[in-house]
């Protein structure tokens, strides 16, 4: 067993890319897995694999179609028109019912098959759109079912968990990665590198969070 390892799920994205390099600051050796699950935003995993190759950080591409056949959303289904802001009283159309829940139940088995013990995922509650299965509450109830399911002792670790958006630019910029997150990663549900188009969800929490940190640093010197 060697819990010096640990594998990160990895998108290509802002808070996995965050992750990714929180995890090289604390593990001896990283890997990371990446998902292509008919996702509009595909684009995504290109940023993922060039991300962890100048990272020299092994990645595996797993291919998981089905999810698109389960959950209708507007991720994944190219017809429905996208929300914009979170509806009252209901989850918006870009939830994927079960994506963190497949992801890492996938990536737990992946993790047994190369000795890991420690799963690393950028969840978090401060920041997560609404979304059930980025709480803290799920994560610790996943982390007991996946290690009774498979007699194991994994770990899952999820630094973003209390962090808001700013507070995560400024984890980036405190492992000394903020250009290359900002520059490199893909967090928009249209598919742009970057800054993004700025009108998707995702690139609203992104931008709002980028900007009060900018501020705060800007005051702060």
């Given at each position: 067993?060697?819990r ?5 799920v ?7 890319t965050?992750c ?17 699950y008919?996702q509009?935003?595909v684009?995504e995993i290109?940023?993922a694999?060039?991300i962890?190759?100048?990272?020299d950080?092994?990645l595996r591409?797993?291919?998981i179609?089905f ?10 289904d ?9 509806p ?11 994506r963190?829940l497949?992801f890492?139940?996938i990536a737990a088995v992946y993790?047994?098959e190369i ?9 978090s ?15 610790r109830?996943?982390?007991?079912t996946l290690?009774?399911?498979?007699d ?7 630094p ?16 000394g ?5 900002r520059?490199?990663?893909?967090t928009c549900?249209n598919?742009?590198v970057g800054d993004?188009?700025?009108h998707c969800p ?5 931008k709002?969070?980028l900007?009060?940190?900018?501020l705060e640093l800007?005051i702060?010197n």
């Open positions: 067993m060697n010096n390892n640990c594998l990160v990895f998108s290509g994205g802002q808070d996995s965050t990714l390099f929180w995890a090289k600051k604390n593990f001896e050796k990283v890997f990371a897995i990446c998902f292509d008919g509009k935003h684009a290109e940023q694999k060039k962890a190759e100048s990272a950080v092994p591409i797993m291919q179609p999810i698109n056949q389960l959950s209708h959303n507007s991720l994944t190219f017809s429905m028109t996208m929300d914009t802001e979170k009252i009283n209901a989850l918006p159309n870009t939830f994927v019912a079960g963190n497949f890492i139940s993790a047994r000795d890991v013990k420690n799963i690393v995922t950028g969840v509650q401060t920041d997560f759109s609404g979304y059930p299965d980025c709480r803290d509450s799920f994560i109830s996943l982390n007991v290690n009774l399911a498979m194991e002792e994994f770990v899952i670790h999820t973003l968990m209390w962090l808001d958006k700013a507070q995560t630019w400024q984890l980036a910029d405190t492992l990665v903020l250009e290359i997150v520059n490199q990663s893909l549900y598919g742009i993004g188009c700025g995702a690139c609203k929490l992104r709002a969070g900007e009060k940190y900018l800007k702060k």
